[in-house]
């Protein structure tokens, strides 16, 4: 049998959170194209393979060599809302008050995360507002995180009319909303949700992680999505109990681990999207978790921003419940040909009929998977 013979080709081939609503007159709701954010900063996937990789592959496979094929990873789609609570590393500055305050003077600005305070690390905004107390209004070094760089800057606290030294900044500690979950791995544990990042509602800028956890949560009730004005769901949390802690909030969604597996269906396999016919597990009423039609317009995989695929909603009780895509469905698994390939991240304001998903490998590649 000659050399080619042998040869074998391998095919490579919406925290009621803001799942943001983007609105073009605003940085932050919205970008130029008017899409609602079921969640997410900007991220890039990054999935080339070199030349040379691909040359010494060709050379393998066609001198008779023998590559393994892998096992799909098997996922449980979930498609259960949960009540999401993140804790920021630091505090976040996300107002700088006017006015020649001490926070502008030493060079304070939005977006900036402030992890220690006079060689003290800060744990929350009370702890914060007490190590600028205990300054007495003396210099104090502020070790902050900016884009990536770490910044030392020196602020005097200037005491107010009710005596307490402050800085005129607004600073944050947490978030907390309702999205959905995506996936349940049984073999690890681990579980994604989101499809994209939690990020700060007054800067668009991705919460610094510290810890959080998933509480259950029912849907109360919907308000319905129209041109120029996105739905959302309407829930409740559990606050007697956690559903499992935290590892991660990036910009291909939320990661944690589960105490105890979730009440639903079976696995199947990772697979790969294809324009054409699929659905959706959401859970738009009480506990109850359906499944809805889409249709997915177009595929692409090196698309920013958790917006790989384009859907749209095409199931007749669902438009009829939403109006297509809401806030809070941001994560909602979709399903093609007995495969879980990705999950609904955002909406288009003018038209919640239509919108957008992440591929289930970059969610499965943000979450330190694969």
């Known amino acids: ?53 691909a040359l010494a592959l060709a050379v393998l496979l066609c001198a008779g ?17 949960v009540g999401i609570k993140l804790f920021s590393r630091g505090v976040v500055v996300v107002k700088l008050t006017d006015g020649g305050t001490p926070a502008r003077e030493c060079g304070l600005r ?39 760089d770490s910044v030392t800057l020196s602020v005097e606290p200037s005491r107010n009319d009710q005596g307490v030294y402050c800085i005129g900044a607004w600073v944050r500690d947490s978030m907390a909303g309702i999205g959905t979950m995506t996936w349940y791995d049984p073999a690890t544990g681990a579980f994604g949700a989101l499809g994209h990042g939690v990020t700060d509602t007054d800067t668009s800028l991705l919460m610094p992680f510290s810890n959080g956890s998933v ?17 959302e769901l309407r829930g409740d949390f559990d606050l007697t109990r956690d559903l499992g802690p935290l590892y991660a909030n990036t910009s291909g969604g939320i990661f944690g681990k589960l105490e105890e597996a979730p009440g639903a269906g079976a696995a199947v396999p990772a697979g790969t999207a294809l324009p054409g016919p699929a659905t959706i597990l959401a859970n738009v009423k009480g506990d109850e978790v359906r499944e809805y039609d889409i249709e997915i ?17 095409t199931d007749p009780a669902l438009l009829e419940v939403t109006g297509g895509i809401v806030q809070g469905m941001s994560g909602s698994p979709i399903l093609q040909g007995g495969q879980l390939v990705g999950a609904v991240t955002h909406v288009l304001l003018n038209d919640p009929t239509k919108g957008y998903g992440i591929l289930i490998d970059h969610m499965l590649e943000a979450s330190g998977m694969q």
């Open 1 to 53: 049998m000659p050399p080619w013979a042998r040869c074998r080709f391998l095919l490579v081939v919406i925290l009621r959170f803001p799942q943001m609503i983007i609105r073009p007159e605003t940085a932050f709701d919205m970008n130029k194209e008017g899409v609602v954010f079921l969640y997410g900063p900007s991220r890039i996937a990054k999935r080339a393979l070199g030349a040379g990789a």
């Open 215 to 231: 509480l259950p949560s029912t849907v109360k009730a919907v308000k319905r999505g129209e041109a120029g004005s996105a739905g």
């Open 65 to 81: 060599g023998r590559v393994k094929a892998m096992e799909p990873r098997m996922l449980v789609p979930v498609g259960h809302t």
């Open 110 to 148: 939005t977006g900036d995360v402030i992890v220690k305070c006079g060689g003290n690390a800060v744990t929350s905004t009370e702890q914060f507002q007490s190590l600028l107390q205990k300054s007495g209004g003396s210099a104090s070094n502020l070790q902050i995180e900016r884009a990536g």
């Open 297 to 313: 317009l177009k595929v692409s995989s090196s698309s920013a921003d958790g917006r790989d695929l384009v859907l749209s909603v």
